[in-house]
T-cell receptor, first 112, second 113 residues
């Protein structure tokens, strides 16, 4: 079974802090994604990557950056956390062919 | 732009009731359509999909038919169980688009014994 592991289940950070959310997948998938999930808004794509060192902006990239130095790891970075970034963050991966996304269990981030 | 609209929840049903969760979409081109399910404390997992008009996706007793004429992909189940309580997301995507999906807002289903 594909496993997508997000390093933290819950995270509490202060406004202005630099925050790293880590995601690791064990199936050699080319594509990796970061979504945020908010009530009434569903999932919105922040960034995705289709190869090592390659990244593309999603629908809501402002205030975020990403890093993909190794194929299995995709990091989401909040350069200066703000309260409006309090949310559930979901990482996903998939092969390049058209197939289902595999999601991690999410990181619930609270910025105070 | 492309979008997905789902019926607002929560949907509350008794066990063995019939379930319908409405989903409509707006898209340029011919997307594939998906239903994902999120159980409490977990990430999303694919429930079913349909890749072209009139296709029916089915899994675990759930069904959805890709209706191009009404741009809809409604999820149905004939007899729900307490274990079906979850949040259901409708989504669309295009082949060749790096598997980027556009999700609806999600519909929470609560099934009571």
């Amino acid at each position: 079974d594909v496993k997508v592991t997000q390093s933290s289940r819950y995270l509490v950070k202060r406004t202005g802090e630099k925050v790293f959310l880590e995601c690791v997948q064990d199936m050699d998938h080319e594509n990796m994604f970061w979504y945020r999930q908010d009530p009434g808004l569903g999932l919105r794509l922040i960034y995705f990557s289709y190869d090592v060192k390659m990244k593309e902006k999603g629908d809501i990239p402002e205030g975020y950056s990403v890093s993909r130095e190794k194929k299995e790891r995709f990091s989401l970075i909040l350069e200066s956390a703000s309260t409006n970034q309090t949310s559930m963050y979901l990482c996903a991966s998939s092969p390049p062919s058209y197939s289902p996304l595999h999601f991690g269990n999410g990181t619930r981030l609270t910025v105070t | 732009g492309d979008s997905v609209t789902q019926m607002e929840g929560p949907v509350t049903l008794s066990e063995e009731a019939f379930l319908t969760i409405n989903c409509t979409y707006t898209a340029t081109g011919y997307p594939s359509l998906f239903w994902y399910v999120q159980y409490p404390g977990e990430g999303l997992q694919l429930l079913l999909k349909a890749t072209k008009a009139d296709d029916k996706g089915s899994n675990k007793g759930f069904e959805a038919t890709y209706r191009k004429e009404t741009t809809s992909f409604h999820l149905e189940k004939g007899s729900v169980q307490v274990s079906d309580s979850a949040v259901y997301f409708c989504a669309l995507g295009f082949s060749g688009g790096y598997n980027k999906l556009i999700f609806g807002a999600g519909t929470r289903l609560a099934v009571h014994p």
